[in-house]
């Protein structure tokens, strides 16, 4: 028995971990795949380094798993490096030159590189080589291979505009519809082997839960795991199982948490007129920023605030 439940564990921890391999199991962002698919097929057929591609879009929205896609289905080497890796001009020229032609390199969160790294990419990208300053001050240009640079941002308004106009294609994830986000609560159900007794089962976590996959996967990695502490290993979802899993991590009909039931209840007490940011991260015990990016997007999303720069309000 015990050897039995290690074993199932391991395989509900490993399906949770399996992201979309490809861009058929990869749920919405329609127009976004197609375009690829042509990109990806122009560069075969031409014997070409794909376009450069930047993705832009909120925290959470696979980003990252979309760039993962397109370079499996490339099958050409990808080097993959964080931005804070880079702290100099030469940590970057250094990478260059280990590329080879078609390689692909995908940096994460480009808008936090230093705009001095910045420019030495564009001129990289656009012109296939490295400005390089040598010690007695003389120019050296060096040829570099052509390769395919792939980034990811959530605030593409912080790049420079002449590294903005390298990239070919610059694609911006759009919010999940709920029929999308029923597929993505439908497929990790089915790959953690939850099943539900109807499908109004599905239709409530998807009008409530927030549209972004990765919190709807956090979600039900939740209902998951509670099924094997209190539910005796039952992986059925049912309305009462439900009811259950409200209770017990104090979440109600809306897929509140107490923070956002204690933010909405703030708003509600000043119901006459707005609320400044900082009055309710000083009322909450929180920072500005948290608040912002933690708390606010999912009430947003379900139509319960109106926001501005400065205060909030309940509608």
Avoid at 53 to 58: M, P, S
Avoid at 117 to 129: K, S
Avoid at 166 to 191: D, G, Q, S
């Amino acid at each position: 028995m015990i050897k039995q439940s290690i074993w199932l564990w391991q395989t509900f921890t490993d399906s949770y971990t399996q992201r979309p391999s490809n861009f058929n199991d990869f749920i919405g962002q329609d127009a976004i795949k197609q375009t690829l698919n042509t990109a990806i097929q122009s560069a075969s057929i031409n014997g070409h380094a794909l376009w450069h591609i930047l993705f832009c879009g909120q925290s959470w929205y696979w980003k990252t798993t979309l760039a993962t896609i397109l370079w499996a289905t490339l099958q050409t080497t990808t080097h993959t490096v964080t931005w804070y890796a880079l702290t100099k001009p030469s940590d970057l020229v250094s990478l260059l030159n280990t590329l080879k032609s078609s390689d692909i390199l995908f940096i994460d969160e480009i808008h936090r590189l230093k705009p001095a790294l910045q420019e030495v990419l564009y001129i990289a990208m656009e012109d296939n080589c490295i400005d390089m300053v040598m010690p007695d001050w003389h120019h050296v240009r060096l040829p570099i291979e052509p390769f395919t640079l792939i980034w990811a941002t959530t605030k593409s308004e912080s790049l420079s505009e002449p590294l903005k106009n390298r990239f070919v294609y610059t694609f911006h994830l759009l919010p999940y519809t709920l029929e999308e986000k029923k597929a993505i609560i439908h497929r990790y159900l089915t790959v953690n082997w939850l099943t539900y007794t109807d499908n109004t089962i599905i239709d409530l976590i998807a009008q409530h839960v927030s549209s972004t996959p990765r919190e709807i996967t956090t979600l039900i990695i939740q209902l998951r795991d509670y099924c094997i502490v209190h539910w005796d290993w039952d992986r059925t979802i049912s309305h009462e199982l439900r009811q259950w899993f409200f209770s017990g991590n104090n979440i109600n009909e809306w897929w509140l948490q107490a923070i956002h039931v204690r933010y909405l209840s703030i708003l509600e007490t000043y119901w006459t007129h707005p609320v400044w940011l900082w009055t309710l991260a000083a009322l909450l015990g929180m920072n500005e920023k948290a608040i912002e990016k933690d708390i606010e997007p999912l009430l947003f999303a379900l139509g319960k605030i109106e926001k501005t720069p400065r205060w909030r309000k309940l509608l």
